[in-house]
Nanobody, 115 residues
Framework: QVQVVESGGGLVQPGGSLRLSCAPS????????MGWYRQAPGKQRELVAR???????NYADSVKGRFTISRDIAKNTVYLQLSSLKPEDTAVYYC?????????WGQGTQVTVSS
C-alpha cells in the first residue's frame, strides 16, 4: 500500500507564502501524475495543481501565477509553492499520487490565510 505524506501547512497572513511538501512511499516516477487538491469547508475537493510523469503541469485558474508545483527527484518529493495567498485559499490541501488503476491520498494539511 502506497503511503502519501504531506507537510508544510500553517497559518499565514494574506499576501504571504507557504511551501507544501508531499513524499510518497513509492518512487514519484512510478505514478502517472501527482497533484495537489484542496477542500474548503462546505465545498467539494478541487484540483489545484498537477504534474505528470513527463513533467507537464496544469493549474486551476484561481491559482495560476500564484502557485507553482515542482518536484525534486533526488528527494522523491513534490512541492507546492503558494504565494500571494488570499483568504479564499484557506482549505485542507491533499496530495494525490495516481496510477492507471489507483489514486493514493495523503491525510491533508491545513492552510489558513487570515490576518
Amino acid at each position: 500500500q502506497v503511503q502519501v505524506v504531506e507537510s508544510g501547512g500553517g497559518l499565514v497572513q494574506p499576501g504571504g507564502s507557504l511551501r507544501l511538501s508531499c513524499a510518497p512511499s513509492g518512487r514519484i516516477f512510478s505514478f502517472n501524475a501527482m497533484g495537489w487538491y484542496r477542500q474548503a469547508p462546505g465545498k467539494q475537493r478541487e484540483l489545484v495543481a498537477r504534474i505528470t510523469v513527463g513533467g507537464s503541469t496544469n493549474y486551476a485558474d484561481s491559482v495560476k501565477g500564484r502557485f507553482t508545483i515542482s518536484r525534486d527527484i533526488a528527494k522523491n518529493t513534490v512541492y507546492l509553492q503558494l504565494s500571494s495567498l488570499k483568504p479564499e485559499d484557506t482549505a485542507v490541501y491533499y496530495c494525490n499520487a495516481a496510477t492507471n488503476s489507483n489514486n493514493y491520498w495523503g491525510q491533508g494539511t491545513q492552510v489558513t490565510v487570515s490576518s
